[in-house]
T-cell receptor, first 111, second 116 residues
Framework: AQRVTQPEKLLSVFKGAPVELKCNYSYSGSPELFWYVQYSRQRLQLLLR??SRESIKGFTADLNKGETSFHLKKPFAQEEDSAMYYC?????????????FGTGTRLQVTL | GAGVSQSPRYKVAKRGQDVALRCDPISGHVSLFWYQQALGQGPEFLTYFQNEAQLDKSGLPSDRFFAERPEGSVSTLKIQRTQQEDSAVYLCASSPDAFSSGNTIYFGEGSWLTVV
């Protein structure tokens, strides 16, 4: 069975402070990991995926297979980063990928 | 359209009532997914279509839930004899290819169902 754990429901940081949103997973295979973000009154959207090894809006995430983690990091938080963040793992549904989501972490960036 | 469109956006149903939720995926998208998101939880997979074929319905919580995509475009999620535990946001998502691993999945804004 595949599972994604986000231990923090709420993370509150000051503007300019570093951010780390934790994500751990369990999956018997080679996983694909994603971070999705939902800004207030907007739809869920992809932030980044581990296979791209990219930085989006200053966020990065490294897949650590030894620790089965995919933590999301940003060195300096901005007010506009305040949102709900979901870590997700991709497993197969027929020939397509279905996503298993964590319960989400609300990031609150304050002045 | 510009994105995945869902209707109705909000629905209040009396317990025992049947409801139908509609999803218009992005034009030409082959894959279509339905997810259920209860309050305070992440989205949970319900079912998947590749064109008109329902290839996976393992996430449907009971036989009261039924989904279809008869022409490989618009999809409808039907819930019969709604119960309070069905209250949730129902998210539809689409993806351009059949093999979606690594491809971006585009989500709709969701249909908020409240059963009273």
């Amino acid at each position: 069975a595949q599972r994604v754990t986000q231990p923090e429901k709420l993370l509150s940081v000051f503007k300019g402070a570093p951010v780390e949103l934790k994500c751990n997973y369990s999956y018997s295979g080679s996983p694909e990991l994603f971070w999705y973000v939902q800004y207030s009154r907007q739809r869920l959207q992809l932030l980044l995926r581990h296979i791209s090894r990219e930085s989006i809006k200053g966020f990065t995430a490294d897949l650590n297979k030894g620790e089965t983690s995919f933590h999301l990091k940003k060195p300096f938080a901005q007010e506009e980063d305040s949102a709900m963040y979901y870590c997700a793992l991709s497993g197969r549904a027929g020939t397509a990928s279905k996503l298993t989501f964590g319960t989400g972490t609300r990031l609150q960036v304050t002045l | 359209g510009a994105g995945v469109s869902q209707s109705p956006r909000y629905k209040v149903a009396k317990r025992g009532q049947d409801v139908a939720l509609r999803c218009d995926p992005i034009s030409g998208h082959v894959s279509l997914f339905w997810y259920q998101q209860a309050l305070g939880q992440g989205p949970e997979f319900l079912t998947y279509f590749q064109n008109e074929a329902q290839l996976d319905k393992s996430g449907l919580p009971s036989d009261r839930f039924f989904a279809e995509r008869p022409e490989g475009s618009v999809s409808t999620l039907k819930i019969q004899r709604t119960q309070q535990e069905d209250s949730a946001v129902y998210l539809c998502a689409s993806s351009p290819d059949a093999f979606s691993s690594g491809n971006t999945i585009y989500f709709g804004e969701g249909s908020w169902l409240t059963v009273v």
